[in-house]
Nanobody, 121 residues
């Protein structure tokens, strides 16, 4: 099986920084794009950022200039460096990945269980 495990969440003051990590483990063929979503209580889960296997990154408008997504393919890990954090960034952050068992297999979507990020004002 494939598992995505997030880490690095915590409590930080507004203006501070955190780095989230998400490591994929298990039976992995090919990891295509990886990304981050977040969900605050009572709100819909929203897309934050994603990155292709080749390192091309995209960001939601609300985090551009503050967050940086990166990945280490040798470690099957994606990172989210968050700076200039705001209280509205408070949410559970979920890792997401598209994987293929082999080059010819169908793409399957995987989710981590989330890590809490809390930004105090």
């Amino acid at each position: 099986q494939v598992r995505l495990v997030e880490s690095g969440g915590g409590l930080v003051e507004a203006g501070g920084s955190l780095r989230l990590s998400c490591a994929a483990s298990g039976t992995i063929g090919t990891i295509d794009d990886m990304g981050w979503y977040r969900q605050a209580p009572g709100k819909e889960r929203e897309w934050v950022a994603d990155i292709t296997s080749g390192g091309l990154a995209n960001y939601a408008d609300g985090v551009k200039g503050r967050f940086t997504i990166s990945r280490d393919n040798s470690k099957n890990t994606v990172y989210l460096q968050m700076t200039s954090l705001k209280p509205e960034d408070t949410a559970v952050y979920y890792c997401h990945a598209h994987l293929r068992r082999s080059y010819f297999a169908a793409v399957v979507s995987y989710w981590g269980k989330g890590t809490q990020v809390t930004v105090s004002s």
